[in-house]
């Protein structure tokens, strides 16, 4: 007896109906499959756009901003705590070339000031720091030990009203010696040749001060304000030659 032949596999694919979005099954057909509703995505305008590109372009900058305030609070902790620690920081101090002038002293022996060049302020005047003597770095006027004039200025009196070791030039006298230390440490002594109260106008015009030479290296010491000397006032100047 023969086998009757097989009835061929027949391999079924159940399919989902897929409907229109938001489709519900009709009551009159309660057999039918449901179907899966597809998400509506609805256009977004140009106008919605660029509302939230500004938005994001909002946001990075607060976070840009957060972040700077972030490091510079960070900093200034950092400075106000190292400041703490450590003390008062001292200010920078400039090194001198060998050849700058950087101190004179009245007398050979006596007290050093420190000593460096300036220019006129937005007054037209020279003035000089406190406790300090400068050289007068214009006016043709050459650096103190150069062979020329050279300009030195300084106050006699504190902000207190105390006199100043620069108030010292005012008892120089014919022969006393102005010493001048430069950077490497040499020192240069000049001679006195005349001290005394001059007015403003004679000072202006005085040829030992501004005259032009190149004879002899020499110093005009000048006060930076008037001083009285009895009943006379005026400002001191006392010129000192390379003897």
Same mark, same amino acid.
């Given at each position: 007896?023969? %086998? ?19 489709? %519900? ?18 256009? *977004? ?13 909002? %946001?990075?900058? @607060? ?19 190292? #400041? ?8 920078? *101090? ?10 004179? %002293?009245? /007398? ?11 220019? *006129? ?44 070791? =620069? ?14 230390? =430069? ?6 002594? @000049? ?11 004679? @000072?202006?015009? #005085?040829?030992?001060?501004? +005259? ?5 290296? /020499?110093?005009?010491? *000048? ?12 400002? =001191? ?5 390379? +003897?």
């Amino acid at each position: 007896m023969s %086998a009757l032949p097989q009835a061929p596999l027949v391999e079924e694919t159940l399919t989902e109906p897929v409907g229109r979005p938001g489709w %519900a099954p009709d009551p009159s057909h309660p057999d039918e499959a449901p179907v899966r509703t597809a998400p509506v995505r609805r256009p *977004v305008s140009a106008r919605q756009r660029a509302v939230y590109r500004r938005r994001r372009i909002v %946001a990075a900058a @607060l976070l840009l901003l957060l972040i700077a305030l972030v490091v510079v609070g960070v900093r200034g902790l950092t400075a106000l705590v190292s #400041s703490l620690v450590s003390g008062p920081t001292a200010a920078p *101090v400039h090194e001198a070339a060998p050849d700058d002038p950087v101190q004179v %002293a009245m /007398r050979a022996g006596g007290s050093g000031l420190p000593l460096s060049p300036v220019g *006129v302020d937005g007054r037209g005047v020279v003035d000089p720091p406190e406790g300090e003597a400068v050289w007068y770095a214009g006016g043709d006027r050459v650096r103190p030990g150069a062979l020329g004039t050279a300009v030195i200025v300084g106050d006699v009196a504190a902000g207190d009203g105390t006199p100043t070791s =620069f108030a010292e030039v005012t008892s120089l006298t014919e022969g006393d010696r102005v010493v001048v230390t =430069f950077g490497d440490g040499v020192t240069l002594e @000049l001679d006195v040749v005349s001290a005394s109260l001059v007015d403003r106008r004679q @000072l202006e015009s #005085s040829d030992l001060v501004w +005259g032009d030479q190149a004879d002899t290296r /020499r110093i005009a010491l *000048v006060t930076s304000e008037e001083v009285t000397d009895g009943d006379d006032r005026g400002t =001191f100047l006392a010129v000192a030659e390379l +003897g």
